[in-house]
């Protein structure tokens, strides 16, 4: 009876999550083979495959560019994020006057709309009345100001400079919890044979929290893959496509073409990357899991 009345307690729970996880999801695969425009919601049918085909083959935006864009934004986001929250959190583990305060002023901005920071990191990087040219010619690094967000060749490094200040909080926060989860009798031992810090780095503390690093890479990838907001926010995916990701093409055919069709086939395809990527990844990183 007990086992019974639990059950009961969770349905409301399971209906929410049916309500709005699952339904949407199944519906949204169910979109991404259909005709399913705005301008026309008479003419909802089954298409089959053309969505993708129009996708990967829209002359106008190269499916193949924003793939690149894509991977170059995650791989390159992922990489600073990672070692810098790690730093980061190496830094904040010993204890030290006001670093309670400090670590509030340090996580803050991960609570903030990453929207929110896509706006204020695209006023510093103004390239009429930024703050970062202006810093940079009054300290005579450049002469005149240069176009962050305008120019094709170092767009993308101006919006992965964003996500990796917006990011590294998470790695900073979930890392040192792990670390000082180690136990202080593993370096104890280590000091007594005759290890360095590095050494006590790469043969402790590492293999030590390695189910944390893994678990925190592989929910970061997913979030940064599918994080559109900072480069909506910046560049709206410009200039001339060279920060536009598959998440802010998504974006701009749902809003912009309102072919809700296509915008379902492109999540799709995230969603196939990412479930490849995961399975590859855990298939990888198992043994070493395992092992720690």
């Known amino acids: 009876m007990k086992n019974k009345w639990y059950i009961l307690m969770m349905i409301p729970a399971f209906l929410l999550v049916v309500a709005f996880l699952y339904f949407p999801l199944a519906r949204g695969i169910v979109m991404a083979f259909q005709n399913y425009n705005m301008f026309d919601l008479t003419n909802v049918h089954f298409i089959g495959l053309d969505n993708f085909k129009a996708v990967i083959g829209n002359p106008n935006v190269s499916f193949w560019q924003i793939l690149g864009n894509t991977v170059i934004w995650t791989i390159f986001s992922l990489m600073f994020q990672f070692l810098l929250g790690f730093g980061l959190a190496l830094l904040l583990k010993k204890p030290f006057a006001g670093r309670g305060v400090y670590s509030g002023f340090v996580f803050y901005g991960y609570a903030l709309s990453g929207f929110a920071i896509g706006l204020l990191w695209s006023w510093l990087f103004n390239g009429q009345f930024g703050l970062f040219n202006d810093i940079l010619t009054r300290i005579g690094i450049i002469d005149e100001p240069i176009g962050w967000l305008s120019n094709p060749k170092i767009a993308m490094f101006s919006v992965i400079v964003t996500n990796v200040w917006y990011g590294i909080p998470f790695f900073g926060i979930m890392l040192l919890a792990a670390l000082q989860s180690v ?79 296509k915008g379902s086939a492109i999540g799709v395809i995230i969603m196939v990357i990412l479930f490849v990527y995961s399975v590859i990844y855990l298939r990888l990183t198992k043994s070493s899991g395992d092992d720690v």
Do not use: H
């Not at 007594?192 to 006590?200: A, N, P």
């Not at 907001?229 to 309102?258: C, H, R």
């Open 183 to 261: 136990p202080n009798d593993l370096y104890e031992a280590a000091v007594i044979d005759g290890c360095g810090v590095v050494r006590q780095l790469f043969s402790v503390t590492i293999p030590y929290i390695k189910p944390t690093i893994i678990s925190t890479l592989l929910l970061r990838t997913m979030w940064i893959v599918n994080f559109p907001d900072i480069i909506y926010a910046m560049t709206n995916g410009g200039p001339v496509n060279s920060t536009n990701i598959l998440a802010t093409q998504m974006i701009n055919t749902v809003f912009k073409e309102y072919d809700y069709g």
